[in-house]
């Protein structure tokens, strides 16, 4: 692999630069997979990795093993790729299973969805919000707790839980019905 690390810096050499892309990818393909969703473009992140990975191995010094110094990269890529993601949470109807779909069908007909349907929707859709927005959501509406007991739990004013819970609420109104537009 050193030889194929020379090559590429010294020449460019493209041979070398397949054989290392042959040996790290599984091990690069393996990190996105463990720390990121299932719809993420899994070859397009990898793309990305070895892109930088070519970019700067100008800079590998070889203190370190190589598989160590792309797994960085690989991890730093997903931690970027995820920032970026919480900016833009969104949910599409393709992104729901069968079963999520027909129990979004049966909520918004008015129906009694599957219990175990509707629980890994509303999970899919909790995971729009942020940290606090869930946790207000969820204590709320999920687990049955007043407003007292949340303020007990996390120390907030009670009138901020309320206006937390109601722009979450709102905020699920507008994906759920942007999900129902999909159809």
């Not at 899994?42 to 191995?57: G, I, N, S």
């Not at 990269?73 to 931690?79: D, K, L, P, S, T």
């Not at 940290?131 to 709320?140: G, K, N, Q």
Request: proline content about 4%.
């Amino acid at each position: 692999m050193k030889d194929d690390i020379a090559a590429w810096i010294h020449s460019r050499d493209q041979a070398a630069a397949r054989r290392l892309i042959a040996t790290l990818y599984p091990d690069v393909i393996a990190i996105i997979r463990r720390r990121l969703p299932r719809r993420v473009a899994e070859e397009d992140l990898a793309q990305e990795v070895f892109a930088r990975f070519f970019e700067r191995l100008g800079e590998y010094d070889g203190r370190a093993p190589v598989s160590h110094w792309i797994a960085r990269i690989a991890v730093n890529r997903c931690i970027d790729h995820l920032r970026a993601e919480k900016r833009r949470p969104e949910l599409r109807w393709a992104d729901l299973t069968e079963t999520e779909a027909d129990a979004l069908t049966a909520t918004l007909a008015s129906e009694d969805p599957p219990a175990s349907d509707a629980h890994e929707l509303a999970v899919k859709l909790l995971d729009l919000l942020g940290p606090e927005d869930r946790l207000v959501v969820t204590m709320l509406d999920l687990e049955g707790h007043s407003v007292t007991e949340v303020r007990e739990a996390t120390g907030w004013h009670e009138g901020a839980i309320r206006i937390r819970a109601f722009r979450a609420r709102r905020k699920l109104r507008k994906e759920i019905l942007k999900l129902e537009k999909q159809r």
